[in-house]
T-cell receptor, first 112, second 118 residues
Framework: QKEVEQNSGPLSVPEGAIASLNCTYS??????FFWYRQYSGKSPELIMF????GDKEDGRFTAQLNKASQYVSLLIRDSQPSDSATYLC????????????FGTGTRLQVTL | GAVVSQHPSRVICKSGTSVKIECRSL??????MFWYRQFPKQSLMLMAT?????????EQGVEKDKFLINHASLTLSTLTVTSAHPEDSSFYIC??????????????FGPGTRLLVL
């Protein structure tokens, strides 16, 4: 079974700190990796995608991918209260015709 | 950016009735749309892939006769929950991506439809 695992949290960080969100996946052949943010009662919105090993930065967000360890993470710098949400890791496993497999999400709380 | 709409945003119905949910891509054509379901505190689970002009493909464990999908045009897919029961109460979300483009970063989600079956 192709799975994506995340710690459900909540992860609590003070305002201005770095939040680190982690995700592991089981299908070694996966090629595409995504981070979505989901506010309560809303649908997911894409934050970042990453395909290659290493880091990818976009503003306050950095995605990190390590295919050998089957690990992908999201760093949020200068965390703001508005970042408080559930962060979903998603993967397109091999041979699934572009279908996203989501993790259960990590709830992030940024405290004042 | 690309916009995907869903209607209705919220629906309450009696057990045994059928409910239709619409998913529209407003400013692009979508050959393929996906339907997801999300129960409280759980992740999104893919239910089916909706293909314009052909039958939908359903994920394992999803009853195709209960969740009818029609993708009659390049901008509209509908999901009908037939004979709904309280256990069907959930958050239903569709996504779409422009025809001819990789689904990768260009998959756009609708705002979701919250279904409550009494």
């Amino acid at each position: 079974q192709k799975e994506v695992e995340q710690n459900s949290g909540p992860l609590s960080v003070p305002e201005g700190a770095i939040a680190s969100l982690n995700c592991t996946y089981s299908d070694r052949g996966s090629q595409s990796f995504f981070w979505y943010r989901q506010y309560s009662g809303k649908s997911p919105e894409l934050i970042m995608f990453i395909y290659s090993n290493g880091d990818k930065e976009d503003g306050r967000f950095t995605a990190q991918l390590n295919k050998a360890s089957q690990y992908v993470s999201l760093l949020i710098r200068d965390s703001q209260p508005s970042d408080s949400a559930t962060y979903l890791c998603a993967v397109i496993p091999s041979g699934t015709a572009s279908k996203l497999t989501f993790g259960t999400g990590t709830r992030l709380q940024v405290t004042l | 950016g690309a916009v995907v709409s869903q209607h209705p945003s919220r629906v309450i119905c009696k057990s045994g009735t059928s409910v239709k949910i619409e998913c529209r891509s407003l400013d692009f054509q979508a050959t393929t749309m996906f339907w997801y379901r999300q129960f409280p505190k759980q992740s999104l689970m893919l239910m089916a892939t909706s293909n314009e002009g052909s039958k939908a493909t359903y994920e394992q464990g999803v009853e195709k006769d209960k969740f009818l999908i029609n993708h009659a045009s390049l901008t509209l897919s509908t999901l009908t929950v037939t004979s709904a029961h309280p256990e069907d109460s959930s958050f239903y979300i569709c996504s779409a991506f422009p025809s001819g483009v990789s689904v990768s970063e260009t998959q756009y989600f609708g705002p979701g439809t919250r279904l409550l079956v009494l």
